[in-house]
Each structure stands twice: as structure tokens, then as C-alpha cells.
């Protein structure tokens, strides 16, 4: 089994991407994950394809990640080169790359449907300011629930167990 990486390239953060979770609860309880089993704000914006792939993801930075995720051009170009964690270890940072996911975002106005995507650019200013290992700590208390430790996601208003709210995210308001 592989293991967990909640970092990405880009820096949106992998351990609260509903995918991911509920992948993760499944092997914990030693269920399949099902679409149904995903908020609906999440699945039912996600391109069509991406609708019939497995929910299986390790994380960005692994070998298993999302079928949506696989594409992603920002994480092909970073693993293709040696030593980069973020897109802030790159040189030619903020390449075109960069520019053509922030134009499309705004452009296709993909952020209205994944509001999780307007975190990319605070993220990345903390891990710059700060370092990753600093951002992930905070991440990690920012998606998880105040009350009972449950993983928290993207789009759950609550905590699937103890029904608290975690702390509001300020970057974007999706739970």
C-alpha cells in the first residue's frame, strides 16, 4: 500500500479533497467508496469521465492518484523535474503554466463550481512565507473536526460523526 501525501505542486491541499477522504474511510472501514457517497456540489462538477473513474487517490504526489487529477499539467511538469515539492522551487515560477490555470479559472469561471480551487493562491503564499511542513500542520487542523478528530473535507458542512463544524476555512467557503 502506498502511502498518504497531502501536499500537491500547486499547493491546494490534498487532505481534505473529498476523493481522498472518502478513499481513505473506505479502507478504514473496509468499504468501496461510492459516488453517492460524495457531496453532491463536489461530484456533479466534476467533468463527466472523471464521474466513472474509481475513487482511489493517495495524493497529488503519488502514483495513485484521482483519474481527474492524472491530467493535471501543473503536476506532470513538476514531477518530470528533480527537486521540486512546490511550484515555488521551480525557476520559472510563475510560468505559463501557472497563468494559464489562473486565466481558465476565471476564464471558465471553474472556481464558482469548485470553490475549493480559490485556495491554490493563499496556500501557496504560506508555504512560501512559512515552508510546507508549517502549511501542512495547519491544514491538517483546519480540516479536521475541533471535536472528535474526524476528517473534515472540502464540501462537508459538518463532521460525518459528531455533526460539529470545523473551523471555516477563510479562503473560501464551502462548509
Known amino acids: 500500500m502506498s502511502e498518504f501525501r497531502y501536499?500537491?505542486?500547486?499547493?491546494?491541499?490534498c487532505g481534505a479533497c473529498d476523493i481522498l477522504v472518502a478513499y481513505k474511510n473506505g479502507l478504514e472501514t473496509g468499504t468501496t467508496p461510492q459516488?453517492?457517497?460524495?457531496?453532491?456540489e463536489f461530484a456533479n462538477n466534476l467533468p463527466f469521465n472523471a464521474q466513472k473513474a474509481e475513487i482511489k487517490c493517495y495524493g497529488c504526489k503519488t502514483d495513485t492518484v484521482f483519474a481527474g487529477c492524472s491530467k493535471c499539467f501543473i503536476r506532470k511538469c513538476?514531477?518530470?523535474?528533480?527537486?521540486?515539492?512546490?511550484?515555488?522551487?521551480?525557476?520559472?515560477?510563475?510560468?505559463?503554466?501557472?497563468?494559464?490555470?489562473?486565466?481558465?479559472?476565471?476564464?471558465?469561471?471553474?472556481?464558482t463550481k469548485l470553490p475549493h480551487l480559490k485556495a491554490i493562491a493563499s496556500n501557496i503564499e504560506v508555504i512560501k512565507n512559512?515552508?510546507?511542513?508549517?502549511?501542512?500542520?495547519?491544514?491538517?487542523?483546519?480540516?479536521?473536526c475541533p471535536h472528535c478528530g474526524k476528517?473534515?473535507?472540502?464540501?462537508?458542512?459538518?463532521?460525518?460523526?459528531?455533526?460539529?463544524?470545523?473551523?471555516?476555512?477563510?479562503?473560501?467557503s464551502v462548509r
Open 130 to 144: 512559512n515552508g510546507v511542513q508549517f502549511w501542512l500542520e495547519e491544514q491538517q487542523r483546519k480540516w479536521q
Open 7 to 13: 501536499d500537491s505542486y500547486c499547493g491546494l491541499y
Open 35 to 40: 459516488w453517492s457517497d460524495l457531496p453532491p
Open 78 to 111: 513538476a514531477r518530470k523535474k528533480v527537486g521540486i515539492e512546490t511550484c515555488l522551487d521551480c525557476e520559472r515560477y510563475p510560468c505559463y503554466r501557472v497563468k494559464i490555470m489562473a486565466f481558465a479559472k476565471k476564464l471558465l469561471k471553474i472556481e
Open 151 to 172: 476528517r473534515l473535507s472540502w464540501y462537508r458542512a459538518s463532521c460525518p460523526d459528531c455533526n460539529s463544524h470545523g473551523e471555516q476555512p477563510d479562503s473560501f
